[in-house]
């Protein structure tokens, strides 16, 4: 059945009256699966007298929804050379000659519809020599930017499904690419339908061989909505992604197991896994895996690339680098020590090294020649003798043949010191102030001074340590001493032999005090006598008499003068800036220090 509806021509063009259109919406049916729009004629049908003519004879018009013809739309009958591409007036008109035969009558046969190459929809051929409803479409701008370039393009189209539209036919469109901006766009046309429908559009971008590269984001829009614009994407991201790992540093000769990961897009597959090591051709591999050892020689970096084909034939690289060093070990043979002489001691020896591992130890002990030992430990016993340097060697060896050397210093034991003074056998060492020297060892850092009465040192009146020369007042008068040194290591434990013996006697006394006694309190404000006795008149010249408050540390002369050596006692009255439970009255040479003695501690106290 056809349906007439009123047309009038202005300028030129065929026009429908909106009334008469909007009925339209109302004559939407479906045939074979394809959309089919009925719609307005000029006329019932051809003249009879044209069946004489022509075995087809097929008229109709396209429009868009406002009834504005629609030029440039090609009318084919499927399965045949028969077209016609709608002129100015959005008519088409498609005849075969007769010839004298005549066609059999239509039986699924069709018309298709195509604008600027997309198939718009098709409508079923009722009879050959006919005026077929008029097709009614509208057209949408779909557009959108790529992010990148794409690689080899070939072509962009994009897919829209939806409402009416064959889900096992979608509208498939190209688009138009503008290089220089990566812009894309391109009308898409539609059946027009005077309900709401429903689309959705894909963008498909492909490479020179077909092949497809790159996918936008799926965009619904209904039918009411105008030019479509999809989000900017990348129009290489059907590409397969690779990685190739992280970049690594081993050691020469290392095994370096390559362990590269990959998907596809769009739920392809990984087809090819290849592999290129140090700018070397491709080597096909089953997996992402694979398996290179390093070079040996200097230090140098290597490029090893990946690649990637999908089952679509498309192709991505990816590189790491693995830098090859090499190496050496460290080695550590421990801190210089102090050891006693013919002691045992355990050596702990290390090494640290990145990459690769020690494979053989080996200690030279006193330049006695290396011996190869199970780990980084020895031990050893040291010399009987005392050896300022007594160099201990580390050498270890890694898996790739490099060598590192270390060296521990023993210090064993310490030299004996020699004894300076008082000499062997001097009879007229001063009791009241004695220094013991002897010469330093370079390795010691403190010494042990023994002095006794008896030679054996079974009666040791001084036992004491010291880091250098030792002094000592108030030992006896006139009493001969022995005396020995040895040389240590401080906090460590380790002692020398002794030095040999040497002994001394000390001259009897040259002057003594007599009083005070010691333990006397003496109060400020009294006078109280100072009495001493000159022993040896010929080795004193004069006498100075002198207080300390601190039990002898330090002494200030009580009186301006010095007495005459014949003198032997003096009155002092005690001041209040002397008050001390700690004094000591002194009384010495004024020429010879050594010439002196000493009173027991006393008090000064207020009155």
Known sequence: MLYHVKRRTISGKTQISKGALMNLKNFVVAAAGFALIAGC???????????????????????????????????????????????????????EDRHGSSRPAPSGDSIQYLKAGQV?????????????????????????????????????????????????????????????????????????????????????????????????VQVDFPSTVGDVQVPDFDPNNARPSVYAGDDTTVSINDTVRLHAVAVDSFGGSIAKWEWSINGGGFNQASTGDTIIIAPAGENGNYACAVRVTDNDGLCTTDTLVVS??????????????????????????????????????????????????????????????AISVYPCVLKVTDDDGNVSEDTVTLQVGVPTPTLVRPFDGNDTVNSMYTIFEWNAVGTATWYHLQVSTASDFSAIVIDDT????????????????????????????????????????????????????????????????????????????????????????????????????????????????????????RVYDYIDYSIQDKSETFSIILP
């Not at 049908?45 to 440039?72: E, H, M, R």
């Not at 718009?120 to 370039?149: A, Y």
């Not at 008149?537 to 009580?558: E, I, P, R, Y």
Request: net charge negative; hydrophobic share 35%; glycine share 8%.
């Open 120 to 216: 718009i929809t098709m409508q079923n051929i009722p009879k050959w020599i006919d005026t077929l409803p008029d097709i009614f479409i509208e057209q949408r701008d779909i557009f959108g930017h790529f992010t990148s370039t794409p690689v080899s393009l070939g072509r962009i189209t994009a897919v829209i499904t939806g409402d009416g539209i064959p889900a096992a036919s979608p509208l498939v469109a190209a688009r138009g690419y503008i290089p220089i901006t990566q812009n894309y766009s391109g009308y898409v046309y539609f059946v027009y339908s005077g309900t709401l429908r429903n689309y959705s559009v894909v963008i498909n971008v492909y490479n020179s061989d077909s092949a497809l590269i790159g996918r936008s």
């Open 466 to 585: 010291t880091f250098s020369t030792y002094e000592r007042d108030s030992i006896l008068s006139g009493t001969t001493y022995y005396w020995r040194v040895r040389a240590g290591i401080q906090y460590s434990g380790i002692w020398n032999d002794w030095s040999q013996v040497w002994s001394f006697t000390t001259a009897p006394e040259s002057l003594e005090i007599i009083h005070p006694a010691g333990g006397e309190i003496w109060a400020v404000g009294g006078t109280y006598l100072i009495q001493w006795r000159i022993i040896d008149s010929l080795k004193v010249s004069s006498v100075v008499v002198a207080l300390s408050l601190d039990n002898g540390k330090t002494f200030n002369a009580l009186f301006g003068n010095t007495f005459p050596k014949d003198t032997t006692s003096v009155v002092w009255s005690v001041d209040s800036s002397r008050v001390s439970n700690q004094c000591v009255i």
């Open 324 to 385: 090859v060093v090499l190496d050496m070990p460290t080695a550590n043979a421990g801190n210089d020590t102090a050891i006693a002489k013919s002691s045992q001691v355990t050596l702990h020896g290390s090494a640290s090294q990145q990459f690769g591992s020690i494979v053989k130890w080996e200690w030279d002990i006193g330049n006695s020649g290396f011996v190869q030992t199970s780990t980084g430990d020895t031990t050893i016993t040291t010399p009987d003798s």
């Open 41 to 95: 004629s000029q006329t019932i049908g051809p003249k009879d007298d044209i069946s004489n003519q022509y075995s087809v004879y097929l008229t109709g018009y396209v429009l868009d929804q406002d009834g504005n013809p629609i030029a440039n739309t090609v009318a084919t009958v499927k399965g045949t050379a028969l077209s016609d591409t709608t002129g100015a007036d959005g008519s088409y008109l498609i005849v």
